[in-house]
């Protein structure tokens, strides 16, 4: 089928499907593109397909992000001028589809890099997996092994998700869902981590989320969530501010436009956001955190004596078999374009989204 013919079928079918999607209290109308100054961008050619992005602990200024299924396990360090400063190749698991990046500090106050090979478009892998990396002391290229791998599966069984979140007071890891007209929020249990349980550990349900398909995700330094999908942001209470099993919206607001908008971290204290692509020499964009600092209720504090105190975020065997069972499947591409703003799915969406489901993916493969 051509493109042309995909486009005018998505514009038929876009109709009904306008109709399910679920409306945010904030709701009216879709909300417009948002502005956005660049910050960088990405010119590395190795680069193309960024899923995931965070501030640097370690190293002011600098980005870490990397490519999703089909491409080494390796992460890039990108500078403040948008070249690439070091390639940290990690040994010792596979880029089955890494869609999420985030970092946290250990016991130890150790920084650690945790990458989340969470994609599952097809919805078939019995587990996945987080893997945690110490992020290097000198910017160069280097080769790292994960001190940790957390396998997890869903209580519900599996389901698609891009956004890995570590709350910069305990840090907790979580796990927001990417799903066409809802998200939810699970925890990572605390027994597997901080703790040091073995084997696949099952996902604790917190909250569903007033947003869907959701790209990435971060918690601000005060324990708010941010998340965005392709053309808008979210701003949510911290997981404990759950109520009748929902987190509320406190704040939300368009994203800059971009070719296929997949990460998001956190600086300036929370104050503002950037906001990256897939795609080559894609500009991240600066933009600021939708309702003001400080606005919002942020849930209860953490205990005192938290096992981790880590600083704000900003957020092979010669035959491998992948994380649940099996390679993915050649799947389609992550839908593109724009899903919901505002609470309505546009029709421009719907048909972005049939038009790349129709562009081939590769398999995963070792590391390189």
């Given amino acids: 089928m051509s493109r042309r013919a995909v486009a005018l079928a998505a514009v038929a079918l876009a109709a009904p499907v306008m109709s399910l999607a679920a409306v945010p209290a904030a709701a009216g109308s879709a909300r417009a593109a948002g502005a956005g100054s660049v910050d960088r961008v990405i010119t590395d050619p ?3 397909e960024s899923s995931g992005l965070v501030a640097s602990l370690r190293h002011p200024g600098y980005l870490w ?12 360090a990108i500078a403040p001028d948008g070249r690439t400063a070091a ?56 080769r790292a092994r994960p001190v940790r791998v957390l396998r997890l599966r869903y209580p ?12 910069p007071r305990d840090g907790r890891l979580y796990i927001a869902t990417k799903e066409f007209l809802s998200a939810r929020l699970f925890a990572v249990p605390a027994s597997v981590w901080p703790g040091r349980r073995s084997g696949v550990a099952t996902l604790e349900p917190v909250a569903a989320l007033p947003t869907s398909l959701v790209t ?13 999908n392709y053309n808008s942001l979210v701003v949510l209470p911290g997981p404990r501010a759950a109520r009748d099993g929902r987190l509320p919206e406190l704040a939300g ?38 309702g003001a600092a400080g606005a919002g209720p942020t849930g209860s504090p953490s205990p005192s004596g938290s096992p981790l105190t880590p600083t704000p975020t900003t957020t092979a065997p010669a035959r491998v078999t992948a994380p649940g069972g099996g390679p993915p499947a050649a799947r389609p591409a992550t839908w593109v374009s724009g899903a919901v703003a505002g609470g309505a799915i546009t029709v421009a969406a719907v048909a972005a989204a049939l038009l790349v489901a129709l562009r081939p993916r590769r398999r995963g493969r070792a590391a390189g």
């Fill in 156 to 167: 519900t069984g599996p389901v698609d998700a891009e956004a890995l979140l570590a709350d």
């Fill in 65 to 76: 992000t990397h490519n999703d299924s089909g491409n080494p396990a390796r992460l890039y």
């Fill in 46 to 48: 190795r680069i193309t």
């Fill in 87 to 142: 390639a940290l190749s990690v040994s010792g698991t596979l880029n089955w589809d890494w869609e999420a990046l985030t970092e946290l500090r250990d016991r130890q106050g150790r920084a650690l890099l945790a990458i989340g090979d969470i994609g599952d478009n097809t919805e078939t892998r019995r587990w996945v997996e987080v893997a945690l990396v110490p992020e290097p002391a000198r910017l160069a290229d280097a």
């Fill in 216 to 228: 990435d995700g971060a918690f601000l330094p005060d324990g708010r969530i941010v998340l965005r």
């Fill in 253 to 290: 607001g368009p994203t800059p436009t971009q070719d296929q908008g997949e990460s998001l971290a956190v600086v300036d204290g929370g104050r503002s956001l950037l906001l990256g692509s897939e795609g080559v020499d894609e500009p991240v964009y600066r933009t600021p955190l939708p």
